[in-house]
């Protein structure tokens, strides 16, 4: 079936540690997405692309950063410049026309 | 700025007892609303789309309708396996991101 898988469900760091949280989906769609949900709060956006070799900043980007070098594949680094970084972390990607997002199981990242 | 709000906060009904849960929005021209589901740890999944004011969408024991400021999502005779977190979204014309609010948690007791 196809779909998108998130890793690690669990991370620890400790502050100071850059950590990096795959995303991979199988769904062949363009567009991808990273979302960072808080308690009480509705998903924020982080960062997103449209296509291969590009991406676009969020309302929330400072102290991340993404690469997207293959259609299936849009990894975020969480940099030791984000001030709050403990929080659950989602993917997502977009299905053309029906502009329907599919979403991974979530990374839930704690900072010791 | 394009804004969403849920209300209520958190919703808490006995299994049979019907409800309603609120999306009000703010865009600058809708390309669509986006209803989905959030079971605990999990991420979302996809319930339904509205388009244009007047449309209704129907799943099982849930309808969504939707107005030029407000979507609802009613829930008739909820059982306990509809207990969740109920999210809105908001996509602008010529925009490829999406405002969430920041969601209904629903509670269906036995």
């Known amino acids: 079936d196809g779909g998108i898988t998130q890793s690690p469900k669990y991370l620890f760091r400790k502050e100071g540690q850059n950590v990096t949280l795959s995303c991979e989906q199988n769904?062949?769609?363009?567009?991808m997405y990273w979302y960072r949900q808080d308690p009480g709060q509705g998903l924020r956006l982080i960062y997103y692309s449209q296509i291969v070799n590009d991406f676009q900043k969020g309302d929330i980007a400072e102290g991340y950063s993404v690469s997207r070098e293959k259609k299936e594949s849009f990894p975020l680094t969480v940099t030791s410049a984000q001030k709050n970084p403990t929080a659950f972390y989602l993917c997502a990607s977009r299905k053309d026309r029906t502009n329907v997002l599919t979403f991974g199981a979530g990374s839930r990242l704690t900072v010791l | 700025e394009d804004q969403v709000t849920q209300s209520p906060e958190a919703l808490r009904l006995q299994e049979g007892e019907s409800s309603s849960l609120n999306c009000s929005y703010t865009?600058?021209?809708?390309?669509?609303l986006f209803w989905y589901r959030q079971d605990p740890g999990k991420g979302p999944e996809f319930l339904f789309t509205?388009?244009?004011a007047g449309e209704e969408k129907e799943k099982e024991r849930l309808k969504a309708t939707l107005t030029k400021k407000e979507s609802f999502l009613h829930i008739t005779a909820p059982k306990p396996e509809d207990s969740a977190t109920y999210l809105c979204?908001?996509?602008?014309?010529?925009?490829?991101?999406?405002?969430f609010g920041p969601g209904t948690r629903l509670s269906v007791l036995p």
């Open positions: 769904l062949n769609h363009d567009a």
């Open positions: 865009v600058s021209g809708l390309r669509g």
């Open positions: 979204a908001v996509q602008a014309e010529e925009r490829q991101n999406f405002v």
């Open positions: 509205l388009y244009s």
